[in-house]
């Protein structure tokens, strides 16, 4: 500020050249209304047209590059896009010829087929049954009688036997989690609880080492809560071994400790009293030194 007042002149130039700029600032340059293209008829949509009319429509629609007075489907309007309406289809004349083709060579063959009918009226007699030469079996001596009857005594024998040992075993029944009653369900649900209560006391184990493991096994119990023991199963079955023979045979041993169940309720018994249920259970001896017990369906 002090230089501005010891030289007048530069503050004066200062000052001009604020004014100037300023000035330049607030002017806006525009161009004149008559440079300005206004449209003739904003309203109307430019379009192309493949037709032309020698009179000019009354009221047009659109802006063609040609006169077009009606003409399409006045109904359904101009057409929304230029791609093809899709959902009409025509054959080509390709196809159309391939038909023609096809239709000519069917009747070429028709007509073939009945000039050799016309040309062939003599047909072969078919071969009846008694026409055909009999072969004359064998006639077989005393010695193959015999032989033939032992062979037919014998396989009378043993299907009599396999079907009175079949009539002599017991029905057997699966009870699994899709069995809706709830008398099996209760009934199983004390077995898998006093197997459990007998499998976590009697803990697997072998030199002095725990098993763990999982396996599957089958228990067939008789109405009266005993196990099934006609096959020499002793009434357990392996279904899946935990790979671990130690472990299998200390199952099979936790469930013959387990047993008698107790008797069944009255809604489970049958008629025969030495009918079997089986029940397929799954058994995990979890880390926490506990034997878990769960019902699963046959063939799991």
């Known amino acids: 500020m002090k230089l501005l007042f010891q030289n007048p002149t530069l503050a004066i ?12 600032l607030a002017v806006r340059f525009v161009a004149p209304d008559s440079f300005r293209f206004k449209p003739a008829d904003p309203g109307l949509e430019v379009i192309l047209v493949n037709a032309k009319h020698d009179k000019k429509p009354v009221k047009a629609q659109a802006l063609a590059q040609a006169n077009l007075d009606g003409g399409g489907n006045a109904n359904e309007g101009r057409a929304k896009s230029p791609l093809p309406d899709l959902r009409k289809s025509e054959d080509g004349d390709s196809i159309k010829a391939t038909r023609r083709r096809l239709a000519e060579l069917e009747e070429q063959q028709q007509k073939m087929l009945s000039q050799v009918a016309r040309s062939t009226p003599f047909s072969a007699t078919p071969l009846t049954e008694k026409d055909k030469p009999r072969e004359v079996p064998p006639q077989p001596d005393g010695a193959d009688q015999t032989d033939s009857a032992k062979v037919l005594a014998r396989m009378e024998a043993e299907i009599a036997k396999n079907i009175e040992d079949y009539n002599k075993r017991p029905r057997k029944t699966y009870i699994s989690p899709s069995t809706r009653e709830v008398g099996y369900a209760m009934y199983f649900d004390t077995v898998r609880k006093r197997i459990e209560k007998i ?6 184990q072998k030199n002095g ?3 763990y493991g999982e396996l ?3 228990i067939s119990i008789y109405q009266d809560g005993s196990l099934y023991k006609a096959d020499g199963d002793n009434g357990v079955v392996i279904d899946r071994s935990s790979g671990t023979p130690a472990l299998d045979a200390a199952a099979k041993n936790i469930v013959r400790k387990s047993a008698p169940f107790g008797v069944f309720a009255k809604s489970m018994r049958s ?3 030495n009918d079997v249920w089986i029940m397929t259970t799954s058994f995990k001896f979890t880390r926490d030194d506990a034997l878990e017990a769960t019902l699963r369906g046959s063939g799991n």
């Open 271 to 273: 008629t025969d009293k």
């Open 199 to 204: 499998g976590t006391l009697n803990f697997p």
């Open 13 to 24: 130039a200062i000052t001009a050249s604020v004014l100037v700029h300023s000035a330049l």
């Open 209 to 211: 080492k725990k098993l």
């Open 216 to 218: 599957i096994l089958s």
